[in-house]
T-cell receptor, first 112, second 112 residues
Framework: DAGITQSPRHKVTETGTPVTLRCHQTENHRYMYWYRQDPGHGLRLIHYSYGVKDTDKGEVSDGYSVSRSKTEDFLLTLESATSSQTSVYFC???????????FGQGTRLTVV | KNQVEQSPQSLIILEGKNCTLQCNYTVSPFSNLRWYKQDTGRGPVSLTIMTFSENTKSNGRYTATLDADTKQSSLHITASQLSDSASYICVVTTSGTYKYIFGTGTRLKVLA
């Protein structure tokens, strides 16, 4: 695997609580992404970052926020978790030419 | 609308047999097409990547083809092994952007 670490790998949380997922890379790639993967859907982009403090929304960004204060770290926050946010979350990275996207191992989040 | 469709949704084959997975896309402007393998509980891992001018690419027992005119790609697996049991995801990228458009995948199960 490319140098991407997601934490935690598994989390169970209660509805209404805030949750933060972390993605850490050692590849110095400029672009970082958060996706969610649900049965019957392809991976869907939540947010992405094209540099430190530069982020933008993806197709399913409602209820999520992100921050990137360092090149290597990209945080995904669920401000108030809902059951519809139960999913597997993947972080990915790519360099400027977009020729390759490397994925982390995923975080399985369950909101009860 | 940019879309990637894969067929079949699932497939069961016997060890040692060959199989072909299909990907049709309506992405424009087209940049490249990738096939990823995703083992259960893990992130996707790239198998092949093809640009507009390439019509075939191999990676061991995996051979991908691309017909840019008909906007179709296939992934052929030769002499399947138990370890080939996974989901295979087709991903298309639009030119010069971060946008990776994912198919929903084909779940392959190889039986002994």
């Amino acid at each position: 695997d490319a140098g991407i670490t997601q934490s935690p790998r598994h989390k169970v949380t209660e509805t209404g609580t805030p949750v933060t997922l972390r993605c850490h890379q050692t590849e110095n790639h400029r672009y970082m992404y958060w996706y969610r993967q649900d049965p019957g859907h392809g991976l869907r982009l939540i947010h992405y970052s094209y540099g430190v403090k530069d982020t933008d929304k993806g197709e399913v960004s409602d209820g999520y926020s992100v921050s990137r204060s360092k090149t290597e770290d990209f945080l995904l926050t669920l401000e108030s978790a809902t059951s519809s946010q139960t999913s597997v979350y993947f972080c990915a990275i790519s360099d400027l030419d977009f020729t390759e996207a490397f994925f982390g191992q995923g975080t399985r989040l369950t909101v009860v | 609308k940019n879309q990637v469709e894969q067929s079949p949704q699932s497939l069961i084959i016997l060890e040692g047999k060959n199989c072909t997975l299909q990907c049709n896309y309506t992405v424009s402007p087209f940049s490249n097409l990738r096939w990823y393998k995703q083992d259960t509980g893990r992130g996707p891992v790239s198998l092949t990547i093809m640009t507009f001018s390439e019509n075939t690419k191999s990676n061991g027992r995996y051979t991908a083809t691309l017909d840019a005119d008909t906007k179709q790609s296939s992934l052929h697996i030769t002499a399947s092994q138990l370890s080939d049991s996974a989901s295979y995801i087709c991903v298309v990228t639009t030119s010069g952007t971060y946008k990776y458009i994912f198919g929903t995948g084909t779940r392959l199960k190889v039986l002994a």
